[in-house]
């Protein structure tokens, strides 16, 4: 994957992980939606561990 690519997702991907543990952090979330927003979190946090694989340079 491109760098400049990189520099772009990896970033915004982190931003929505913060929105989400900032979201769970409300005490007026209903039970449901703590549990989709969980979920949700979860498949950010995958995402940027698949784009965090994908940019570590391999050996020479």
């Known amino acids: 994957m491109a760098s400049s690519a990189d520099d772009f997702l990896i970033p915004g991907h982190q931003k929505i992980i913060g929105h989400y543990q900032l979201l769970l952090k409300s005490p007026n979330l ?12 979860r498949e950010e946090e995958a995402h940027v561990e698949t784009l965090s694989r994908l940019t570590v340079p391999g050996p020479p």
């Open 30 to 41: 209903a039970p449901s939606e703590r549990k989709l927003i969980e979920s949700r979190l």
